[in-house]
Every structure is written in structure tokens, then in C-alpha cells.
């Protein structure tokens, strides 16, 4: 069993900052990417942010810039922090893990439950 729980949503003004975490558990062997997608009222999903285990980031060109993606392979956990938030950044935010639970595994994605995010004065 495997679970990723996030935690951090809120309700916030314009221009102020969330920090999301996203915390992997359960048989783990190893996890290549790692990423946060949000979905918004009436929207599809969309990729916000992701790493991968060795290389260079990914953005959306609407948050490069303003959010940064980090990740502590010891915790087995990915972190995206926010800053100058919008009121288009409103949505469920959910975490995306790539990973093998045992080392003979393929490859296999995971999502969390989301967490709410929510920017309005």
C-alpha cells in the first residue's frame, strides 16, 4: 500500500504565499518524478510543477517564477512553495509520484487526495 498525503491549502490574500507538502508512505522502493497538479472549478488538470529524482525542474509558464518545487528524497516527500499568489491560482492541488513499490515493480503513478487552495481577499 502506498499513500501520498498532502497538507498546506488555505485560504490566502493576493500576493501572499503557501507552502504545500506532499508526503509519500507505505512500500516504497524508489520514486523517479515527483510533481503538484492543480484543478480548478470547471477546468481540466493541469501540471503546476515537477522534479524528477536527478535533474532540472519543470514549470507552467503561469508559475514560473513565482512557485518553487523541492523535494527530500530521505522523507520521501516533495514541497512546492508559493509566493504572489493570484486569484487563477485557486484549485485542488494534488501531489503526483512516479515509483516502484518493490525493486522488480515498474514503474507506477500515485496521486494524493488534494488539498484545497483557495486566494481571495
Same mark, same amino acid.
Given at each position: 500500500?502506498?499513500?501520498?498525503?498532502?497538507?498546506?491549502?488555505? *485560504?490566502?490574500?493576493?500576493?501572499?504565499?503557501?507552502?504545500?507538502?506532499?508526503?509519500?508512505?507505505?512500500?516504497?522502493?524508489?520514486?523517479?518524478?515527483?510533481?503538484?497538479?492543480?484543478?480548478?472549478?470547471?477546468?481540466?488538470?493541469? *501540471?503546476?510543477?515537477?522534479?524528477?529524482?536527478?535533474?532540472?525542474?519543470? &514549470?507552467?509558464?503561469?508559475?514560473?517564477?513565482?512557485?518553487?518545487?523541492?523535494?527530500?528524497?530521505?522523507?520521501?516527500?516533495?514541497?512546492?512553495?508559493?509566493?504572489? *499568489?493570484?486569484?487563477?491560482?485557486?484549485?485542488?492541488? &494534488?501531489?503526483?509520484?512516479?515509483?516502484?513499490?518493490?525493486?522488480?515493480?515498474?514503474?507506477?503513478? &500515485?496521486?494524493?487526495?488534494?488539498?484545497?487552495?483557495?486566494?481571495?481577499?
Amino acid at each position: 500500500q502506498v499513500q501520498l498525503v498532502e497538507s498546506g491549502g488555505d *485560504l490566502v490574500q493576493p500576493g501572499g504565499s503557501l507552502r504545500l507538502s506532499c508526503a509519500a508512505s507505505g512500500s516504497i522502493f524508489s520514486i523517479d518524478a515527483m510533481g503538484w497538479y492543480r484543478q480548478a472549478p470547471g477546468k481540466q488538470r493541469e *501540471l503546476v510543477a515537477s522534479i524528477p529524482s536527478g535533474g532540472s525542474t519543470t &514549470y507552467a509558464d503561469s508559475v514560473e517564477g513565482r512557485f518553487a518545487i523541492s523535494r527530500d528524497n530521505a522523507k520521501n516527500t516533495v514541497y512546492l512553495q508559493m509566493n504572489s *499568489l493570484k486569484p487563477e491560482d485557486t484549485a485542488v492541488y &494534488y501531489c503526483n509520484a512516479n515509483l516502484r513499490r518493490f525493486i522488480i515493480s515498474s514503474p507506477r503513478e &500515485y496521486w494524493g487526495q488534494g488539498t484545497q487552495v483557495t486566494v481571495s481577499s
